[in-house]
């Protein structure tokens, strides 16, 4: 749960591939995300420095007019720098696996993805790597900017539902599954245009959402460490 709250603000260094202990090519110096990370915190730092400088000034007896350049950068170039990686990279760290698993009521949903024995629809795509990382995220939000923006309030809804105890176990999903979701990846491709269990017939009931994916492709989650 800290860790989900704390996503918010600050993108987080090392992202799902560490679980494979993938080695690094040579010169590895850092991801962007890690970068941006630090370089952020870097910021907070120096607007901290410089306020206390311009403090400390003050009350030696410096008029304000000789310090407008340093409050001017403490008080509004740099916080507006901050608040832009917070904002760009920190809601970024939302679209993680581990922020999703951040709340224990979700932890069996986490452990039956990452579980290789597992046959659920999520385990499936997360031990093929169907999709190479923030499975949660991808499977969860729909296309374009709002698309985002509705997953990501979504997000925040359920971290308050958490903290505010405001929510019921077993956990469901609030909205039936839309297959657009599972074309976002699916369609146009020939595993799924050739497969038998796609016939031509049946792919416009698919589009129009008339005939679920889940139907045939169920359970989406199996999730049997979770609490009930």
């Known amino acids: ?19 494979n202990a993938v080695p690094r090519p040579e010169g590895w110096i850092g991801t962007a995300e890690e970068w941006s990370q630090g370089l952020g915190i870097a910021l907070a730092v120096l607007t901290l420095v410089m306020l206390a400088v311009a403090w400390w000034r003050l009350r030696e007896g410096a008029r304000p007019r000789e310090l407008f350049g340093t409050l001017f950068f403490g008080l509004a170039v740099l916080p507006l720098i901050v608040i832009y990686f917070g904002y760009t990279k920190g ?16 932890t069996g949903h986490v452990n039956d993805l990452e579980n290789p024995m597992s046959e659920s629809l999520a385990a499936v795509h997360f031990k093929n790597r169907y999709i190479r990382e923030n499975q949660c995220y991808t499977c969860h939000s729909d296309y374009g900017v709002f698309g985002t923006l509705s997953a990501k309030a979504d ?3 359920h971290v308050l539902h958490y903290v505010t105890g405001t929510y019921t176990l077993p956990l469901k999903i609030r909205h039936p599954y ?8 699916h369609a146009g491709s020939q595993k799924f245009l050739k497969s038998p269990g796609h016939p031509a017939e049946i792919q416009p009931q698919l589009a129009s959402n008339e005939v679920s994916c889940l139907t045939c492709h169920a359970p989406a989650h199996t999730p049997a460490g979770a609490k009930q």
């Not at 749960?1 to 679980?19: D, K």
């Not at 760290?93 to 922020?99: C, W």
């Not at 839309?178 to 074309?183: A, D, E, H, I």
């Open 155 to 157: 997000g925040m809804g």
């Open 91 to 106: 809601f970024s760290g939302m679209e993680t696996v581990q922020a999703c698993g951040g709340c224990h009521v979700m």
């Open 1 to 19: 749960m800290r860790w989900a709250l704390g996503a918010l603000l600050l993108s987080p260094g090392a992202a799902l591939g560490a679980t």
């Open 178 to 185: 839309p297959n657009v979701r599972c074309f976002e990846c």
